[in-house]
């Protein structure tokens, strides 16, 4: 806690020198554009407020009535607000300008009143009756104007109308304008601060659980209503019971008329330096049915999916230390965990395409399918300039690299679910899904490393090559029974899991050696040539029963039976010069099984309430672990068993405010590459090997979660708190001998700990017309790297701040503004005086104005400053991209776009990490500035005519 203290009072000051460095760029340009927003809002009319109550022929009060304020001159909507118990509503400090009022309320006709500006201040509509429907109708369709945003219990729903966007835009742009959703550069969504995971559209998978496939690709206007919460497994959502498991999930709901026709549209351009861009979607929806055809290509650095099967066959140690041993990643189950960024600009240079077809039907009142298939190619050129400095208990040392990465990978992946409801009281759900890749790179590199008085240590260079494939499938079939007495259930779930790779790769690299006289001691030439197969198989088993025991009090007993078995062939051979055999090299190959079994048994007793929820439960897991070392005639056997407590609980204040507390633990297993001995030296200055004496991570996690959201004043306010305790950590152990080889090995460490803390707040400013939306994220992170079998305790503070400012005129002007500044820092026990700090800044302007009805014009800069002490790559680095879009034909289906990239032509990748004993400074080349002329057409054709319902546009403020 002391320490906790300290860091906190130094990053407060931290904060304060900050706040110096960030003060000209924010007030140059940001508080310049409220500057001119304050002046036109004092240079419009006087303003007004307007209030009324609102009473049933029986004059009585009417509570809960939505009351709109609409504009008199468009009907766009201007403010909303909520009858209080005594019926009174009311519109402050609005603009003295006509308007019409409409009021709705269940069972009552909807209210509509004109209202003509005012020579007072205030206008007092007195009482207003609302009257009931006739009884003599024998129909009556309302189509009210919905809230634009509504809170059904623990789900946000945005009501998509009321949030306006350009045409043709896709859903990322309708969702960059709800109240607490954020989307990233890289088109990651954040709700509530935390990353959404899975995307549904109407409730079906669309492309798999890729969430980019929807944001990316479907159209902005077909959408209704946006859906956001916590998704509970399948498992969770039939028990009633929680197990604890959560997917941030966003939900679309379409447009009535949207499920009626063909919509999706179709874009192709073409710029300089023979850069492309095409891109198109096609979908054909019924009630029962879902058609949706993707098709992408382009060498512009974009793509339409996520890159999650992305895949690096150069060898362990280029995988886990992308130049200069950074980075690590031991994790098995996770190939995309390579060190590459496609978050952002740093890409390098990239040129991608994909195709697929989505498919869903409801076969039958009791049949459900869901299928989905894609395609995706994607050639990747990553250019680094590294410098990586390394903290020893002897000293430190500086390696500089250049490394030229060229990459292809192609993947086919699929899914089939069905779901069938056999009777009243039985159904099935069968899962499938199926990846197959194939993979090829090419890295050269050259590295040279000196020590802490400069002197020269080592210098390599390094070629290799590899190519390979990968399959996977995996299948999931869960049957669900109710009994006849209401809450007792009982399900199952099989799994089933099959994958296998085959790998082969080549390795030239020659290392000279210097003694400390700056002469040549020793030069090491290596020529090899390896092939590696891994085989995985894993069956398991899952069951629950759930007995209520009255008054909204249930128990759950559960079981679960999981066997994972692991096969890796790795040989090696030296290839000696032309003409001669390869010789088997018997120290770098091996062959490993691995068995790896657990049994679970636990008890969950659940309480409901009318506004609480409260869960505890208890587990024992037994977990074995049984290898083998074929060459080395060795076995290893080990048992472990654990006790996993729960505890979950939930209190509703109001329909709009909760509060989440939960505490789980689970145990993580070491990976077959963890657990495997074999000696990968694809990179001959940084080795890697596994260890076969691994024991499980135990991890405990505790929750906190609170969202307030304020449909009147159209705020909201979320925050949580994550802490993570990890006992048997596996940690990456280094060696560090006399000419600086370093060697990677895994090893439990007696614990770690890691804080996530995050506040969002956003608010309108009436005044202004402005959107305010602020965030603050806390990580703390304290961890234990061994090197040269000394521990090193490495504690990192970062603190991500991120304020945006949001404004809006009707359909003309859109501007936005935001700075996110974060600082981080970390210290190391082997030597404080080596203590990391640094700063990084980013401010970002965008406008979009609506010039005509047919011509807008958009405008964006990123101005991102890196200043890292004691480095030479501190850099201020402007991204400023502007285009000119011309819409025609018939309901503008048709655009023409002229944009330009990176105008000024400074794009760079420039990233700071600093962990464990290092910290590393890196720079990519990555695209520069082009020219894209492309064009937009719109397929439309709908049944039931025109969208209808909800607002067209809310005017913030």
């Not at 990179?683 to 135990?698: A, K």
């Not at 760079?908 to 937009?936: C, H, K, M, P, W």
Request: hydrophobic letters at 35%.
């Amino acid at each position: 806690m002391r320490y906790f203290l300290k860091i906190v009072t130094k990053t407060a000051r931290q904060n304060t020198k900050l706040t110096k460095k960030a003060t000209f760029f924010f007030q140059r340009y940001a508080l310049s554009g409220l500057f001119c927003l304050v002046l036109s809002t004092a240079s419009l009319a006087q303003k007004l407020t307007i209030k009324g109550t609102l009473r049933d022929t029986a004059n009585r009060p009417l509570e809960g009535a939505t009351v709109m304020l609409l504009d008199g001159k468009d009907t766009s909507l201007v403010s909303f607000s909520r009858s209080q118990s005594t019926g009174a509503f009311e519109f402050k400090n609005v603009t003295n300008a006509p308007y019409f009022l409409k009021a709705t309320y269940v069972g009552l006709q909807p209210l509509s009143q004109l209202i003509q500006p005012q020579t007072t201040d205030l206008l007092d509509l007195g009482a207003i009756q609302m009257a009931p429907v006739p009884k003599d109708l024998k129909e009556v369709i309302v189509k009210g104007e919905r809230d634009p945003v509504t809170i059904k219990q623990d789900t946000i729903e945005y009501n998509a109308g009321s949030f306006k966007v350009q045409p043709n835009a896709a859903v990322e742009e309708l969702l960059k304008r709800l109240p607490g959703v954020e989307v990233d550069r890289d088109g990651t969504v954040r709700a509530q601060g935390q990353q959404v995971q899975r995307v549904t559209v109407d409730g079906k998978e669309f492309f798999g659980r890729d969430p980019k496939m929807a944001t990316k690709n479907l159209p902005a206007d077909v959408v209704d209503k946006v859906q956001v919460f916590d998704r509970k497994s399948d498992q969770a959502q039939f028990t009633g019971i929680d197990d604890g498991q959560r997917e941030k999930t966003l939900n679309l709901t379409l447009k009535e008329e949207k499920k009626k026709g063909i919509f999706g549209n179709v874009t192709a351009g073409v710029g300089d330096a023979s850069r492309y861009s095409l891109k198109g979607n096609f979908n054909r929806f019924s009630k029962t049915r879902q058609l949706s055809f993707l098709g992408m290509a382009n060498n512009i650095n974009q793509q339409g999916f996520s890159i999650d099967d992305y895949m690096n066959f150069t060898g362990a140690s280029q995988r886990m230390m992308a130049g200069g041993g950074v980075r690590l990643q031991f994790n098995s189950d996770d190939d995309a965990a390579i060190p590459l960024n496609f978050g952002g600009r740093n890409n390098g240079f990239v040129t991608s395409g994909g195709a697929g077809l989505n498919y869903n039907d409801q076969l039958s009142k009791k049949t459900e399918l869901q299928s989905n298939y894609f395609y995706n190619q994607l050639d990747q050129l990553i250019e680094r300039e590294t410098n990586h400095e390394t903290f020893l208990p002897m000293g430190n040392f500086k390696t500089n690299q250049n490394t030229a990465q060229k990459t292809t990978n192609a993947t086919h992946r699929g899914n089939v679910t069905l779901d069938h409801k056999i009777d009243s009281l039985n159904s099935l759900k069968w899962t499938n899904n199926f990846n197959y890749s194939q993979n090829s790179s090419n890295t050269g590199s050259s590295s040279l490393s000196t020590n802490g008085r400069g002197a020269l240590e080592n210098e390599g260079i390094r070629q290799s090559d590899a190519e390979g494939d990968t399959w996977r499938i995996n299948s999931e079939l869960l049957w669900r029974h109710k009994f006849a007495k209401k809450g007792r259930t009982l399900s199952t779930n099989f799994t089933l899991g099959l994958e296998q790779s085959d790998r082969d790769g080549t390795l030239r690299a020659v290392n000279t050696f210097y003694n400390p006289a700056g002469q040549k001691s020793r030069v090491d030439t290596l020529r090899q040539t390896n092939t590696q197969a891994n085989d995985r198989q894993s069956y398991g088993i899952t069951a629950s029963f759930t007995e209520p025991l009255g008054k909204r009090k249930y128990l759950e007993v559960n079981y679960a039976l999981n066997l994972s078995q692991n096969d890796v062939d790795r040989q090696v051979f030296d290839v000696n010069g032309e003409g001669r055999a390869p010789r088997f090299n018997a120290q770098l190959s091996n062959q490993f099984r691995n068995d790896f079994t657990y049994q679970r048994g636990g008890l969950n007793f659940r309480m409901n309430s009318q506004k609480a929820n409260f869960s505890t439960g208890l587990s024992v897991q037994r977990s074995g672990l049984d290898g083998e070392l074929i060459l080395q005639n060795t076995r290893i056997a080990r048992t472990f068993v654990n006790v996993l407590p729960n505890l979950r609980y939930q209190y509703n204040f109001a329909p709009s405010r909760n509060l989440n507390v939960t505490y789980d633990t689970d145990v993580r297993e070491p990976s077959i590459q963890q657990l495997s001995p074999i000696v990968d030296n694809s990179d001959p200055l940084n080795i890697v090997t596994g260890n076969p004496n691994l024991r499980p991570e135990y991890n405990h996690r505790l929750n906190l979660n609170f969202f307030n959201f304020n449909q009147l004043k159209f705020s909201n306010f979320f925050a949580f708190a994550n802490l993570t305790y990890t006992t048997n950590k596996i940690a990456n152990a280094q060696q560090v001998d006399a000419n600086l080889v370093r060697t990677y090995r895994p090893v439990n460490v007696k614990d770690d700990y890691t804080v996530n803390a995050n506040i969002s707040q956003g608010f309108r400013i009436k005044a202004l017309g402005t959107r305010v939306n602020f965030s603050t994220n806390l990580v703390l992170n304290r961890g234990i790297t061994p090197v040269n079998n000394v521990d090193n305790l490495t504690r990192r503070l970062e603190s991500r701040n991120r304020l945006r400012l949001e404004y809006r005129y009707k359909e003309i002007l859109d501007f936005s503004t935001s700075a996110a500044i974060t600082y981080n820092q970390t210290s190391y026990s082997l030597n404080p005086n080596l203590n990391q700090s640094f700063v990084n800044q980013v401010y970002d302007v965008e406008g979009n104005l609506k010039v005509t009805k047919t011509l807008t014009l958009n405008s964006t800069l990123d101005y991102s400053i890196y200043d890292f002490a004691g480095s030479t790559f501190n850099q201020k680095v402007p991204i400023w991209n502007a285009s000119v879009s011309k819409f025609f034909l018939k309901g503008n289906r048709g655009e023409l776009k002229f944009s330009v990239v990176d105008m000024l032509n400074r794009n760079v990748g420039i990233n700071r990490i600093a962990q464990a004993n290092f910290v590393q400074d890196e720079r990519i080349r990555s695209l520069g500035r082009y020219f894209l002329l492309s064009f937009t057409y719109s397929l439309k054709s709908f049944m039931g005519g025109m969208p209808s319902g909800g607002m067209r546009v809310i005017r913030q403020g």
